[in-house]
């Protein structure tokens, strides 16, 4: 008799609860999407619609301010601790906006890292960073769907337009991959090209998509200055987003590189779900 009544009375508890952390999460992500919608992505569109009156000079300073603001939250999402639905969907946020929009307004605020940007090309930048945050934010913290050769395609177009590096895409795939290893990937080589553009001096890269024991591997190749790996620091790009971003998803993540010797950063999932074309 006695478990008859626990067991809808433990029920309710448990739904209580599971509600209780939805409605916290969803607070939680209204508050981070206006913020953002406020802050960054205001910014990023006045840069983009900006008059043509106003010169380069102008926007980069825009960039700087809106970067600066934006790397601090970044940083503290980045650093939340625990296993809350809340916390989870801080980190998401946070891995988010420094591998997308910071990494746009840091590349607009140093000038295309020496570049030398007209004001045509920084709006187009910014317009391209506004349209992808502006996407993202409506969906904040629901999963999007992801197949890895299109979004490939999509990032790598959109580092390609930064003009200062030329970029090819390379396919070599049994098939499609769907799913959190697709997204996993694609947020890993969006990073390692942020990293081009901001460390490597190249002037070409190749990305290239392949089958690989079962699941996929992507690799990224640059023909830059290179590093002396034993003695860098891995930053919250390489350690966060790249490595710790595959690992996640039960993939593996490495860097090979010399000074004067390019960089290869190659990225490999074995539990990719694939939609095999007849």
């Known amino acids: 008799m006695s478990s008859g009544i626990a067991a809808p009375i433990g029920g309710r508890f448990l739904r209580a609860r599971t509600l209780g952390h939805e409605s916290a999460r969803e ?4 508050r981070l999407r206006r913020y953002l919608r406020v802050t960054t992505l205001q910014a990023l569109e006045n840069i983009a619609g900006s008059s043509a009156e106003i010169g380069a000079g102008a926007l980069i300073a825009e960039a700087g301010d809106a970067a600066t603001h934006l790397r601090t939250l970044a940083g503290k999402l980045a650093e939340v601790k625990g296993g809350t639905a809340v916390a989870e969907l801080q980190r998401e946020v946070g891995a988010f906006v420094h591998d997308t929009a910071l990494q746009a307004l840091e590349y607009l605020a140093c000038d295309g890292y020496g570049a030398d940007l007209d004001a045509n ?4 930048i910014a317009n391209d960073a506004a349209v992808e945050l502006r996407g993202h934010l409506l969906r904040l913290g629901a999963p999007a769907p992801c197949e890895l050769v299109s979004a490939l395609e999509q990032v790598v177009s959109a580092a390609q337009r930064r003009g200062t590096v030329h970029i090819e895409m390379v396919t070599d795939l049994d098939g499609s991959v769907y799913g959190t290893e697709a997204t996993a990937l694609v947020g890993a080589v969006r990073e390692a090209l942020n990293n081009v553009h901001k460390h490597a001096h ?4 190749i990305v290239r998509c392949e089958t690989f024991e079962g699941g996929a591997r992507v690799v990224v190749s640059d023909d830059g200055v290179g590093v002396d790996l034993a003695h860098a620091v891995a930053g919250i790009g390489l350690r966060r987003s790249i490595v710790e971003r595959m690992t ?5 993540a490495s860097v090979a590189s010399e000074p004067g010797s ?7 999932t074995g539990t990719t779900t694939r939609e095999v074309a007849a």
Do not use: D, F, P, Q
């Open 202 to 205: 190249a002037s070409r890269v």
């Open 121 to 124: 090309t920084i709006r187009k």
């Open 262 to 268: 390019g960089t290869l950063v190659t990225l490999t």
């Open 27 to 30: 607070h939680e992500r209204t």
């Open 248 to 252: 996640r998803t039960g993939g593996h």
